[in-house]
């Protein structure tokens, strides 16, 4: 009878199946592990869990023609709203979710109807972390007059000074396509009121007449951005407005950040910017866009690199700037003269009209780190030691010096054995520096154990 009951008790307490989720307690030093779909799942359809901390630890494929995928209508984490109004009725996200480095890769989601705001992984959040998480191949459609749409997170509107939210280390990849009269849309978030850094969107971004606020990053930010990028092509039918390549309307600071996506708008279309759109409060210092800006007929304030903003700061853009016949308000860098300063900032001579708001330059000044007044660049201290900017001197435009990896060879964003070879190829030899893509880590020029030294210090390191 002893071994019986023995055997009982082993099988209870070691038996997998009891487990809620893959492993885990919930708690901070024992996070709830995310090992497939049905522990995502588990997380979704459990509010009460909201508040605890989870880790993942394998990629999650959500594809509906595999067994575990499906397509979703509503957000899958923190997703009840009041239709009526739009408001979010249900529990926010509160807690800690750790991707790991790990993906949620083809999450697909076709909301119409009356449930089509807060759409996203993440329907609603508040007080919460969410890091190190890739979101790959989503697809978002949504109805007209949809509200509050991301990738990753629909809102993240609610805060406490004591416990911000935070993004980071996170990315989304996809599109997202949304009907007329759709409001805060973004690759990334619809509405950020947290702090995100070190992320990114490779998101298409889309919505029909009459929609506004639509970002390639986030559709409207009041939480400071640092370290981000967008590169998805964000787009507006007629009498659309607030449409940037980066973020529509912004009431925080943004820093080191860029944006190469194309941005329009149809006719009568307003405030279109290559980076951000529309400023209400915050600054926006070292960045820079790429993507051409482009309003139909009758369209107005047209940036190449905001339409309006009150404080700019080293930044510049080089897309083309137009507007249909009745245009108006259009400028290379910014649109409108609204009370605000601009402080070294450039922009590609004819890329867009010449409303004396910064300052022109031809191709081959934009290639000279001389033409950049008091910019801070890699390898000079005159303009301060934090190494914010490099350029390849004579070949390409200023880069922002986090966008590459000292030893990256391959551009994989992780320095390991293949990013060796060519150090080992040019050991000794004069070479050109790593922002043209040389083995010279240091830029002292030549290759030799200083460089090892650099390589080391980074290896395995990813961006």
Not at 279 to 307: H, K
Not at 358 to 375: C, R
Not at 384 to 396: F, L, P, Q, Y
Request: glycine share 14%; net charge negative; proline share 2%.
């Amino acid at each position: 009878m002893r071994k019986v009951v023995l055997t009982f008790l082993i099988l209870a307490v070691g038996s997998p199946c009891f487990a809620k989720y893959s492993g885990g307690t919930g708690e901070p030093n024992t996070p709830y592990q995310i090992a497939n779909a049905a522990d995502l799942m588990t997380l979704a359809n459990d509010a009460n869990d909201y508040n605890k901390c989870f880790i993942m630890i394998a990629d999650v494929n959500l594809d509906s023609n595999l067994p575990d995928g499906q397509i979703f209508t509503t957000a899958i984490i923190a997703r009840d709203i009041n239709s009526a109004n739009y408001v979010f009725d249900g529990r926010s996200f509160t807690g800690v979710f750790d991707g790991n480095g790990h993906r949620i890769t083809n999450l697909t989601i076709n909301s119409h109807g009356d449930k089509k705001g807060y759409l996203g992984l993440f329907g609603d959040v508040c007080e919460c972390e969410i890091k190190n998480l890739g979101l790959e191949n989503v697809f978002i459609s949504s109805d007209t007059n949809s509200r509050f749409v991301g990738g990753l997170i629909g809102s993240n509107d609610h805060f406490s000074f004591s416990n911000f939210n935070t993004v980071r280390d996170c990315y989304s990849s996809g599109s997202i396509v949304c009907g007329s009269g759709s409001h805060y849309i973004g690759g990334l978030a619809g509405w950020n009121n947290g702090n995100i850094s070190n992320s990114f969107s490779k998101v298409a971004v889309n919505a029909g007449d009459a929609a506004y606020t639509i970002g390639g990053l986030v559709g409207v930010n009041k939480g400071p951005l640092a370290n981000c990028f967008a590169t998805g092509n964000v787009a507006g039918g007629n009498n659309s407005g607030t449409i940037g390549g980066l973020v529509a309307d912004y009431f925080a600071d943004i820093n080191n950040c860029y944006s190469t996506g194309n941005v329009s708008g149809g006719n009568n279309s307003g405030y279109l910017g290559g980076l951000a759109a529309h400023c209400y409060s915050g600054n926006i210092s070292n960045c820079y866009s790429t993507g051409n800006v482009t309003g139909g007929n009758n369209s107005n304030t047209i940036g190449g690199l905001i339409a309006a903003g009150q404080s700019i700061s080293n930044c510049y853009s080089t897309g083309t700037v137009s507007g249909g016949s009745g245009s108006n308000f259009l400028g290379g860098l910014v649109a409108t003269g609204n009370p605000f300063s601009i402080t070294s900032c450039y922009f590609l001579t004819g890329s867009g009209p010449d409303n004396h708001l910064g300052t022109p330059l031809t191709d081959t000044q934009m290639k000279q780190q001389a033409s950049f007044v008091g910019w801070d660049f890699v390898w000079e201290t005159t303009n301060g030691t934090d190494d914010v900017w490099a350029i390849c001197e004579g070949v390409s435009y200023p880069k922002l010096a986090w966008q590459f990896i000292a030893g990256d060879s391959d551009n994989d964003k992780n320095v390991d054995f293949i990013d060796f070879a060519p150090l080992a190829n040019k050991w000794m030899q004069a070479d050109s520096n790593l922002y043209c893509g040389g083995a010279d880590l240091n830029g002292d020029g030549i290759v030799d154990m200083l460089d090892i030294a650099v390589f080391t210090e980074n290896w395995l390191v990813g961006l």
